[in-house]
């Protein structure tokens, strides 16, 4: 069952599906990756979001990140706005690849988002050594990218969302190219700032270990979202 923080019941949803498709191409070569997905995220819940490879989960998190749109049916941000006021700031993702610029230095790479967003330069740089302080991570701020393991480089991403304050975080297969040990620090830090910042946070996984540490499983097979109990995430 999906687990709905009890003194959260009623506020405004993070975000929510309604029998949401996408379908890539058209006529013969159409791929359908999601179908009639309906769910709602609550402020502060914790989600693991698993399935096999191609079963939808990535292009299910790029719709709920505002990052795609929907063939069908409608994804809404009741607590967050409409689509653009997503970035910069409430809605923080977190790839695979940690996408760091390697000719950046790590407290250079947490700070650029806020540089676009129009933060002064002394600004963004004091948020962004705030949030690397906060996971630990301060030792490394005059790091290059290529300096750092794959870990180190993941948890940057981490404090880089971290540093925008997001109010939903997604991250998608953060640990798939992970050992556990290091997984199991990586979704360390992604507790640690939903926590800090009051966030939700949804994982996508195949990490059994990882799900397992989340309050809630949503399942993807074949496009179709399901919980473990079969009914429909939201209803």
């Not at 079963?55 to 795609?68: E, H, I, R, V």
């Not at 790091?143 to 304050?165: D, I």
Request: hydrophobic share 45%.
């Amino acid at each position: 069952m999906t687990v709905v923080p009890p003194n959260l019941l009623g506020a405004p949803a993070l975000v929510e599906c309604h029998d949401v498709a996408r379908t890539f191409g058209s006529g013969a070569r159409a791929v359908v990756a999601v179908h009639a997905a309906t769910c709602r995220m609550e402020p502060r819940q914790t989600v693991a979001l698993v399935g096999p490879s191609g079963s939808g989960k990535s292009t299910l998190l790029n719709l709920l990140a505002g990052l795609d749109e929907p063939s069908k049916g409608s994804v809404t941000w009741p607590a967050i706005g409409d689509r653009a006021s997503l970035r910069p700031g409430p809605v923080g993702v977190v790839f695979q690849t940690p996408s760091l610029l390697p000719p950046l230095n790590v407290v250079e790479n947490v700070a650029l988002p806020l540089l676009l967003a129009g933060n002064s330069r002394a600004h963004a740089t004091g948020l962004a050594q705030r949030s690397l302080d906060q996971l630990g991570l301060g030792w490394l701020a005059d790091k290059l990218p290529e300096e750092l393991s794959g870990g180190q480089a993941q948890r940057v991403a981490v404090a880089r969302v971290l540093a925008g304050t997001p109010q939903l975080i997604l991250a998608d297969e953060p640990t798939g190219q992970l050992d556990h040990v290091t997984a199991a620090e990586v979704l360390d830090a992604l507790l640690t700032v939903s926590e800090l910042i009051g966030a939700g946070l949804l994982v996508s996984t195949h990490d059994e270990q990882i799900a397992a540490r989340l309050d809630s499983r949503w399942q993807m097979t074949d496009g179709g979202l399901r919980t473990e109990s079969g009914a429909p995430c939201l209803g």
